[in-house]
């Protein structure tokens, strides 16, 4: 069984251009569509890492990362940060919420598996 990856996005096109791709390499996907329901995946899946995005319905990206990281049971757990807004305050914000990495859209799929095996290979 591959590494646990928690995919959090309300557009699904995203959702599944990252879970085709994810999948593809070997990973487990598991997904939420905003930051309220990834909160509830994240309590019961334990995921090995996160990728959302931060602009999202109900709780931002910014806010589950830090609920996430301020948590000491889920600390641990690698967050990567997906973006459109790709100006250096944001980045900023993001990775003072303790993210461990900022990435902006559009992306590639590859770039970002490619992030993914880097961070959980260096847990």
Do not use: R, W
């Amino acid at each position: 069984m591959g590494k646990k990856i928690l995919v959090v996005d309300d557009e699904v096109h995203i959702v599944n251009i990252l879970k085709f791709n994810l999948k593809k390499s070997g990973y487990d996907v598991i997904t939420a569509a905003d930051g309220e329901e990834a909160l509830k995946v994240i309590a019961s899946e334990m995921p090995d890492l996160i990728l959302c995005d931060v602009m999202m319905p109900k709780l931002t990206g910014f806010e589950v990362c830090q609920k996430v990281k301020n948590d000491d049971k889920l600390k641990a757990i690698p967050f990567i940060l997906l973006t459109a807004k790709g100006q250096e305050v944001d980045k900023d914000i993001g990775l003072k919420f303790g993210a461990n990495l900022y990435l902006t859209k559009p992306f590639s799929p590859k770039n970002i598996v490619d992030k993914v095996a880097e961070i959980l290979e260096g847990k």
